[in-house]
């Protein structure tokens, strides 16, 4: 029995074989949980599963964290509001790649390792893509060997829970900590004080008489910090994801508590933890809200302080910190980390401004996700002075200097002063976010060629010209941890019998797989698990929906947030079309296709949950039609969520990309889907036109207008009623969507989408790219008919997709923006 012994002479839980494991899953149980054999549950196991897992992640963790003190490592600190992560066992197993070790442990122990799997909840404290991401990076930064960690909130609710009643999208909240999360260990000890409120106030320093500021008469709140072992792949490596939690910083009030006021006494407590109770549920939309403020610089606070604290550890000299310290802010909700390093360089070390800047704009990224409008961070003026008095009054400074810098270069051009200043003028006054990451930030990406391109050129085109180089991009990628050699582990399986297993850390070596394309026995294994996959994923649906479908159909998959840029509706509208194509005539031979959705609405939005009901209505007739529901089938399934995703891509022939061209920044659901052998029907939105690149014209359907098109004809003035009458089949479906075909019930009920899409002008281009898309469809129809050229297709993309590793991303952003070597460790 491999028994690794600590220096003291105790012995160390870090065995890696099928002994250790068993011996510790067993003492776990009975010492750590006090459970025996009468009184051990599901849970139970499975907990003890992972408290066998942590004892070596958290060895691991050890080491890697020494040593990275112990070559004085560069770290890099990510901080975003959101981390997608989904169930942890199955990533952190493979990671620490003993898959087989630990199946046999459990064998022995008489464990069923799918049903221990399935006690995990999914952590989904994220929206969507951004949250996703977080995930994938903190995967890849570890795989690599970058000194990283991740910062965020651990929220007491994470995204809501979607259940679907009659059709509609009801929001349950999400009670993802109910039995506690037993992958993370609270530091009790590790937590700093969150200051809001008060006001600023001026004195002469004692000293030289300079004048200072000062931040009084605060209210506080407590960050105690939670952490995750992140585990690199098979490589030692474990960093770490720190996730904050509001306390209360006084335990109660006591004068109400004495008065017998029990309930008042507890009131404030409960208001200060808060501000970690629930993620804001809303996707690529701006809530101006006090509490979404006081997350932000909760996280940005809290963060900073553990960052300085570390540095300080192994750094007196402050000019050091860009060189031992890189920040990256997923998206603007981080932002305050500019004001708020300036903060402490200015008032509590005493530096001054040029110094503390020099600091701040040498140690701070910011990663741009959205062109939408709606999207952009700007905070009332009125709201951040209130919360945070001191911040603004920097925000102000900065901005004052920024303005003198453009005065120096362009001359007194109040209009481009006005529009590039950080604080929006008018009425009501704002902070832009957005604005402030530009003017405070190293560097500024976006996330694939296209989106970065249309930043340049489009958004922040006047600061572009003012500043050419602070612009980068750095395309999205997906960690092939996770979505493949987990999701998918038979086509893991088969890739690794040809090739070898080094694309798992390098997915450029699936190029060896081209060859394969043509060799029809590979074609043949490939496409049995791919049916096998499909069926998996078929009897989930019968599980949980009751619909039959049938494994051999074309399985044609739309899964993300629901919002009209995305435009589930046009899938929707062609599942009719097809519907109505069958009723004209039952015998039509068309490929039998099963359309299946799966996305979560902001619960604010109207018409995204229209969207999901008129999906549904158009699944309750085509289902449940016997003149066509042999050939077409249409499901939403509830509560899409990562655990459903990695059942869902593995299953897909048909990834559905279609976004209007120029809305979607990159997306990562059209990478993952390509890696496990579907072709994408896209539009050239984000890195859909990079996908298509590297898989190659002929391997992919795109269709409809480009980013320039959308522009020309919104120039010329769109009209959707020329697309309605030039084309029987969309009035037809759009006819019968306002005539209540598809809700008799209420007949009524789609008329705001008849009036989005015809009496409003039909802003999201649906009817003018409809055409192009049924006539797409029906390319896809007859290339899917091809059996084996579809296979070798799907072969190809699957071989052509290893730029998209978040490997390669994460590798981008060591490189040219953090300048973090990564470090190597014995394992
Ligand atoms: P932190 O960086 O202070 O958050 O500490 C994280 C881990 O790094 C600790 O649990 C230690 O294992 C390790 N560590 C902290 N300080 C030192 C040091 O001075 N030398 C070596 N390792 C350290």
Redesign the pocket.
Same mark, same amino acid.
């Given at each position: 029995m491999a028994k690794k012994t600590a220096t003291n002479g105790v012995r160390i839980r870090s065995g890696m074989d099928r002994d250790s494991l068993r011996e510790d899953i067993t003492l776990h149980l009975r010492h750590t949980l006090a459970k025996d054999e009468f009184s051990k549950t599901n849970w139970d196991n499975y907990r003890t599963v992972v408290l066998s897992l942590l004892d070596r992640l958290h060895d691991k963790w050890?080491n890697t +964290? +020494?040593h990275y003190?112990?070559v004085d490592a560069k770290r890099v600190y990510y901080l975003s509001m959101e981390y997608l992560i989904g169930r942890l066992l199955d990533n952190m197993i493979v990671n620490l790649n003993i898959q087989q070790e630990v199946a046999d442990a459990l064998e022995d122990v008489g464990l069923d390792y799918e049903k221990i799997r399935d006690a995990e909840w999914d952590a989904g404290l994220g929206n969507g893509g951004l949250g996703r991401l977080a995930a994938c990076f903190l995967d890849s930064m570890a795989t690599l060997g970058i000194p990283a960690m991740g910062y965020g909130l651990r929220y007491d609710y994470g995204i809501f829970y979607q259940t679907l009643e009659n059709g509609f999208q009801i929001e349950k909240p999400d009670l993802w900590l109910r039995y506690g999360n037993p992958w993370d260990i609270v530091r009790p000890k590790i937590q700093y004080p969150v200051e809001f409120y008060g006001h600023q106030s001026m004195y002469n320093a004692p000293n030289n008489g300079h004048i200072k500021y000062e931040w009084k008469d605060t209210r506080k709140v407590q960050a105690v910090a939670y952490d995750t072992p992140i585990p690199g792949y098979d490589n030692g490596i474990v960093n770490n994801l720190r996730l904050w939690k509001a306390e209360s910083d006084v335990a109660l009030d006591l004068k109400s508590f004495n008065q017998g006021q029990y309930i008042e006494a507890v009131k404030e407590n409960q208001l200060e933890q808060n501000i970690t109770r629930v993620l804001y549920p809303n996707d690529k939309v701006f809530v101006g809200q006090e509490l979404r403020l006081k997350q932000e610089y909760f996280l940005v606070s809290a963060s900073m302080q553990d960052i300085i604290r #570390?540095f300080k #550890?192994s750094n007196d000299d402050w000019t050091k910190f860009p060189e031992k310290v890189a920040i990256q802010c997923n998206d603007t909700h981080p932002n305050l980390a500019i004001p708020e390093l300036m903060r402490v360089l200015l008032d509590d070390v005493d530096m001054t401004w040029d110094k503390a800047w020099d600091i701040t704009k040498n140690s701070i990224a910011y990663t741009n996700h959205t062109l939408l409008p709606e999207a952009l961070e700007k905070w009332p003026v009125s709201l951040v002075r209130n919360l945070l008095p001191r911040h603004l009054n920097i925000i102000y400074e900065i901005n004052r200097r920024f303005m003198d810098t453009i005065r120096a270069s362009y001359g007194n051009d109040t209009g481009k002063m006005a529009r590039l200043s950080i604080i929006g003028e008018g009425e009501n006054p704002v902070v832009h976010m957005a604005h402030l990451g530009i003017v405070g930030a190293k560097k500024v990406n976006g996330v694939a060629a296209l989106h970065s391109r249309l930043l340049k050129e489009t958004m922040f085109r006047e600061f572009h010209e003012m500043f050419p180089d602070l612009f980068t991009n750095k395309t999205n990628g997906i960690t092939p941890r996770r979505w493949l050699k987990q999701c998918n582990p038979d086509l893991s399986n088969l890739i690794t019998k040809h090739i070898g297993d080094k694309w798992v850390t390098n997915l450029d070596e699936l190029k060896k797989l081209e060859p394969l394309a043509e060799d029809k026995a590979f074609q043949k294994e490939f496409a049995k698990i791919k049916l096998d996959n499909k069926k998996k994923l078929a009897s989930y649906i019968k599980k949980t929906t009751d619909v039959d479908v049938d494994p051999k159909s074309m399985f044609d998959i739309q899964i993300k947030r629901i919002h009209e840029y995305k435009r589930q509706l046009m899938a929707a509208l062609h599942v009719a079309v097809l519907y109505n194509r069958l009723k004209k005539n039952p015998d039509l031979d068309i490929v039998p296709r099963t359309v299946i959705f799966g996305g979560k609405a902001a619960p604010g939005y109207t018409m995204a949950k229209l969207h999901i009901k008129l999906i549904n209505s158009i699944g309750d007739l085509v289902n449940n039609d016997p003149q066509v529901n042999k050939k077409l089938k249409c499901l939403f399934l509830e509560n899409y969520r990562v655990t459903l995703a990695e059942m869902m891509i593995p299953a897909a022939n048909l990834s559905e990309q279609i976004s209007t061209a120029g809305m979607e920044a990159s997306g990562t659901g059209n990478m993952k889907f390509a890696l496990n052998g579907a072709l994408t029907i896209g539009t050239l939105d984000g890195a859909n036109v990079e996908i298509k690149e590297e898989v190659g014209d002929e391997n992919i359907f795109i269709f409809g207008l480009t980013v320039e098109e959308v522009e020309e004809l919104r120039r010329q003035g769109y009209n959707p009623w020329d697309y309605y009458n030039a084309s029987a089949e969309l009035k037809m479906v759009l006819d019968q969507v306002r005539a209540g075909f598809f809700s008799p019930e209420d007949p009524k009920l789609f008329q705001p989408i008849i009036d989005a899409l015809l009496h409003k002008g039909d802003y999201f281009m649906v009817l003018a790219d409809f055409d192009a898309y049924i006539k797409e469809q029906k390319l896809v129809e007859k290339a899917y008919r091809k059996t084996s050229d579809w296979n070798r297709k799907a072969i190809l993309n699957v071989a052509r997709i290893g730029k998209f590793s978040s490997d390669r991303t994460i590798q981008d952003y060591a490189d040219e923006i953090w300048e973090a070597p990564a470090v190597k460790l014995k394992k």
């Amino acid at each position: 029995m491999a028994k690794k012994t600590a220096t003291n002479g105790v012995r160390i839980r870090s065995g890696m074989d099928r002994d250790s494991l068993r011996e510790d899953i067993t003492l776990h149980l009975r010492h750590t949980l006090a459970k025996d054999e009468f009184s051990k549950t599901n849970w139970d196991n499975y907990r003890t599963v992972v408290l066998s897992l942590l004892d070596r992640l958290h060895d691991k963790w050890l080491n890697t +964290q +020494q040593h990275y003190y112990k070559v004085d490592a560069k770290r890099v600190y990510y901080l975003s509001m959101e981390y997608l992560i989904g169930r942890l066992l199955d990533n952190m197993i493979v990671n620490l790649n003993i898959q087989q070790e630990v199946a046999d442990a459990l064998e022995d122990v008489g464990l069923d390792y799918e049903k221990i799997r399935d006690a995990e909840w999914d952590a989904g404290l994220g929206n969507g893509g951004l949250g996703r991401l977080a995930a994938c990076f903190l995967d890849s930064m570890a795989t690599l060997g970058i000194p990283a960690m991740g910062y965020g909130l651990r929220y007491d609710y994470g995204i809501f829970y979607q259940t679907l009643e009659n059709g509609f999208q009801i929001e349950k909240p999400d009670l993802w900590l109910r039995y506690g999360n037993p992958w993370d260990i609270v530091r009790p000890k590790i937590q700093y004080p969150v200051e809001f409120y008060g006001h600023q106030s001026m004195y002469n320093a004692p000293n030289n008489g300079h004048i200072k500021y000062e931040w009084k008469d605060t209210r506080k709140v407590q960050a105690v910090a939670y952490d995750t072992p992140i585990p690199g792949y098979d490589n030692g490596i474990v960093n770490n994801l720190r996730l904050w939690k509001a306390e209360s910083d006084v335990a109660l009030d006591l004068k109400s508590f004495n008065q017998g006021q029990y309930i008042e006494a507890v009131k404030e407590n409960q208001l200060e933890q808060n501000i970690t109770r629930v993620l804001y549920p809303n996707d690529k939309v701006f809530v101006g809200q006090e509490l979404r403020l006081k997350q932000e610089y909760f996280l940005v606070s809290a963060s900073m302080q553990d960052i300085i604290r #570390r540095f300080k #550890r192994s750094n007196d000299d402050w000019t050091k910190f860009p060189e031992k310290v890189a920040i990256q802010c997923n998206d603007t909700h981080p932002n305050l980390a500019i004001p708020e390093l300036m903060r402490v360089l200015l008032d509590d070390v005493d530096m001054t401004w040029d110094k503390a800047w020099d600091i701040t704009k040498n140690s701070i990224a910011y990663t741009n996700h959205t062109l939408l409008p709606e999207a952009l961070e700007k905070w009332p003026v009125s709201l951040v002075r209130n919360l945070l008095p001191r911040h603004l009054n920097i925000i102000y400074e900065i901005n004052r200097r920024f303005m003198d810098t453009i005065r120096a270069s362009y001359g007194n051009d109040t209009g481009k002063m006005a529009r590039l200043s950080i604080i929006g003028e008018g009425e009501n006054p704002v902070v832009h976010m957005a604005h402030l990451g530009i003017v405070g930030a190293k560097k500024v990406n976006g996330v694939a060629a296209l989106h970065s391109r249309l930043l340049k050129e489009t958004m922040f085109r006047e600061f572009h010209e003012m500043f050419p180089d602070l612009f980068t991009n750095k395309t999205n990628g997906i960690t092939p941890r996770r979505w493949l050699k987990q999701c998918n582990p038979d086509l893991s399986n088969l890739i690794t019998k040809h090739i070898g297993d080094k694309w798992v850390t390098n997915l450029d070596e699936l190029k060896k797989l081209e060859p394969l394309a043509e060799d029809k026995a590979f074609q043949k294994e490939f496409a049995k698990i791919k049916l096998d996959n499909k069926k998996k994923l078929a009897s989930y649906i019968k599980k949980t929906t009751d619909v039959d479908v049938d494994p051999k159909s074309m399985f044609d998959i739309q899964i993300k947030r629901i919002h009209e840029y995305k435009r589930q509706l046009m899938a929707a509208l062609h599942v009719a079309v097809l519907y109505n194509r069958l009723k004209k005539n039952p015998d039509l031979d068309i490929v039998p296709r099963t359309v299946i959705f799966g996305g979560k609405a902001a619960p604010g939005y109207t018409m995204a949950k229209l969207h999901i009901k008129l999906i549904n209505s158009i699944g309750d007739l085509v289902n449940n039609d016997p003149q066509v529901n042999k050939k077409l089938k249409c499901l939403f399934l509830e509560n899409y969520r990562v655990t459903l995703a990695e059942m869902m891509i593995p299953a897909a022939n048909l990834s559905e990309q279609i976004s209007t061209a120029g809305m979607e920044a990159s997306g990562t659901g059209n990478m993952k889907f390509a890696l496990n052998g579907a072709l994408t029907i896209g539009t050239l939105d984000g890195a859909n036109v990079e996908i298509k690149e590297e898989v190659g014209d002929e391997n992919i359907f795109i269709f409809g207008l480009t980013v320039e098109e959308v522009e020309e004809l919104r120039r010329q003035g769109y009209n959707p009623w020329d697309y309605y009458n030039a084309s029987a089949e969309l009035k037809m479906v759009l006819d019968q969507v306002r005539a209540g075909f598809f809700s008799p019930e209420d007949p009524k009920l789609f008329q705001p989408i008849i009036d989005a899409l015809l009496h409003k002008g039909d802003y999201f281009m649906v009817l003018a790219d409809f055409d192009a898309y049924i006539k797409e469809q029906k390319l896809v129809e007859k290339a899917y008919r091809k059996t084996s050229d579809w296979n070798r297709k799907a072969i190809l993309n699957v071989a052509r997709i290893g730029k998209f590793s978040s490997d390669r991303t994460i590798q981008d952003y060591a490189d040219e923006i953090w300048e973090a070597p990564a470090v190597k460790l014995k394992k």
